[in-house]
């Protein structure tokens, strides 16, 4: 196939600490070009909140900032990925356990990954992110209340519905979290520079410097179609 690859119809793996901006990115593309974002994490604190039977497996791992076991987030992901492209997957893979996994059903279902981004952001920065972060527990949308701060405090602009503080943003949980990420998740950024897929996003930047590299680093051109 020749020409621009349409960026709607493109498969990308969002990775990063928690914090450095995934979730804002992901939101914002999916938004903008019609693509799913299949954040794992909302999904699980859905289920929590519904006391579903994989909530109630992932609950004490999440209270404590360690990993919900492997076997079950790709059983979740095999129905969730089942449904079709596009998708931004935001917090997952986090092992690269779920990576391999990954790539055996995408190639099951014939659907090639177009990127892997990885959002860097400096330790110090993410702790002071987290703590300010507010979020709405149904759609996953998040603000902070210095660097983007819903119009009334409390209430998301979107849906009206009320914001809360994650518990696990707390700075106890936080700290773990880093380490789990920087002990499981790290070595993906190898993995998928291995598989050629790599772009790095550098996560510090305001939210729309951040986008603008993101579609950049895509290939994105003005009609949101990708430069082959
Ligand atoms: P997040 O909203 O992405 O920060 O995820 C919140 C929590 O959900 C994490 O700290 C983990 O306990 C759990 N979780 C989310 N995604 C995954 C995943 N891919 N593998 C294992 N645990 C996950």
Redesign the pocket.
């Known amino acids: 196939m020749t020409g621009p690859v349409p960026l709607h119809a493109m498969r990308l793996v969002f990775l990063g600490p ?1 914090g450095a901006g ?2 804002t990115q992901a939101q914002i593309l999916a938004a903008r070009f019609g693509a799913r974002q299949i ?4 999904i ?2 859905r289920n929590v909140a519904d006391g579903t039977e994989l909530g109630k497996k ?1 609950k004490a ?2 209270d ?7 076997d ?2 790709v059983a979740m ?1 095999e129905r969730e990925l089942g449904v079709g492209a596009p998708f931004i997957l ?6 690269v356990a ?1 990576a391999e996994a990954l790539d055996g059903m995408l190639a099951r279902l014939a659907l090639p990954l177009g990127a892997a981004l990885q959002f860097d952001a400096d330790r110090d920065v993410l702790i002071e992110r987290l703590a300010g972060r507010w979020t709405n527990p149904r759609t ?1 949308r998040t603000y902070h209340t210095l660097f983007n701060p819903p119009r009334v405090a409390g209430i998301d602009d979107e849906d009206g519905g009320p914001l809360v503080q ?1 518990p ?1 943003d707390s700075r106890d949980v936080v700290s773990e ?1 880093l380490a ?1 990420y920087d002990a499981k998740t790290k070595p993906l950024v190898d993995y998928y520079a291995h598989a050629g897929l790599l772009q790095r996003i550098a996560g510090l930047q305001p939210i729309e410097a951040v986008t603008a590299d993101v579609l950049r680093a895509l290939g994105a051109d003005g009609s949101g179609g990708l430069v082959a």
Not at 39 to 42: I, K
């Open positions: 928690p995934k979730g954040a794992t994490g909302d699980l604190r992932a791992f999440m404590a900032g360690s990993l919900v076991a492997d079950v987030i992901m935001d917090g997952f893979p986090r092992t779920q996953g994650r696990d979290r789990t």
